[in-house]
């Protein structure tokens, strides 16, 4: 069983940034595709961002293309979500999430059901 951390959240101002992180507990984290999702109030949660176990591969929902990255430091068993140009829609608990099996298409990799853990999640508030 695989324990995802999230860290890294916080109250910001639009237009700040914060990094947050997503730390495993065991060594295989490298070998996972890694997604990024985030749920506000009121709403059903979102895919954000994924990334395929050798980092070649990274996917975006629309909103965040251009201000988001996501990255990963398997050395340290970790993945990162740069957020920059925050904007209040974007306050939500963000989640990252594993799947075992590596590779993830464009497509599957939106749906939260194809993920095998989950975070217990960061807040992220955005004010204006």
């Known amino acids: 069983q695989v324990q995802l951390v999230e860290s890294g959240g916080g109250l910001v101002q639009t237009g700040a940034s914060l990094r947050l992180s997503c730390a495993a507990s065991?060594?295989?984290?490298?070998?996972?595709?890694i997604g990024w999702f985030r749920q506000a109030p009121g709403k059903d949660r979102e895919f954000v961002a994924s990334?395929?176990?050798?980092?070649?591969?990274?996917y975006y929902r629309d909103s965040v293309k251009g201000r988001f990255t996501i990255s990963r430091d398997d050395a340290k068993n970790t993945v990162f979500l740069q957020m920059t140009s925050l904007k209040p829609e974007d306050t939500a608990v963000y989640y990252c999430?594993?799947?075992?099996?590596?590779?993830?298409?464009?497509?599957?990799?939106?749906?939260?059901?194809?993920?095998?853990?989950w975070g217990q999640g960061t807040q992220v508030t955005v004010s204006s």
């Open positions: 065991e060594r295989t984290f490298s070998s996972y595709a």
């Open positions: 990334i395929v176990y050798s980092g070649s591969r990274t």
């Open positions: 999430a594993a799947l075992r099996s590596g590779f993830i298409g464009p497509g599957a990799s939106t749906m939260s059901s194809r993920y095998d853990y």
